[in-house]
C-alpha cells in the first residue's frame, strides 16, 4: 500500500489538518492507499521556519499544502525544497489575508479528488498551484 504524508502549513488551522485526516481514512481503505494528513504546527511547533521544516517533511518525501507562495519565489526556499524532495500545492487565495477558515475547508474538499491524483502521478519534488477559481497548475 503506497503512504502519504501530507502536511498542512502553518498558515492553515492546526485542526484542518486533524479533520481532513479523519475524513479521508474510510475512501483511503477503498482506494488502497495510506494518506495521512498532519499540522506542520503540530508536528515541528510553533513558529518553525521554513529553513528547519522543509528538510524534515523532504526526509519522509512528503507534501505540503500552503498559502505561503514566498517559497516558491525566494530562490533559497525554492531551491531547498527542491533538494530535500518536498512535493507543494499552493492554494493563492483571493486576499492577502488568505482564505477565510470555511472557504479553505470547502477549496480542500472539494479538491480533494485533484489533489490525490498529483500526488499519485507525481514523484516529489514538484510544485503545483491554483486559485479559487482554477484549477492546479503545475509550476
Known sequence: MKKYKIYIDENLPPKLADGLNTLVQP?????????????????????EQDEDWIPKVGKEHGIVITQ???????????????ENGVGILFFNPP?????????????????????????????????????????FEKL
Not at 68 to 82: A, P
Not at 98 to 118: C, H, P, S, T
Open 68 to 82: 505561503d507562495f514566498r517559497i516558491q519565489t525566494q530562490k533559497h526556499q525554492k531551491e531547498l525544497y527542491k
Open 95 to 135: 486576499s492577502n489575508s488568505g482564505f477565510a477558515y470555511w472557504e479553505m475547508v470547502k477549496q480542500l474538499v472539494n479538491r480533494w479528488d485533484e489533489i490525490k491524483q498529483i500526488i499519485q502521478k507525481n514523484k516529489p519534488p514538484f510544485a503545483y498551484r491554483c486559485s479559487a477559481r482554477t484549477k
Open 27 to 47: 475512501q483511503n481503505k477503498r482506494d488502497g492507499i495510506d494518506i495521512e494528513i498532519l499540522s506542520i504546527k503540530n508536528t515541528f511547533g510553533q513558529g
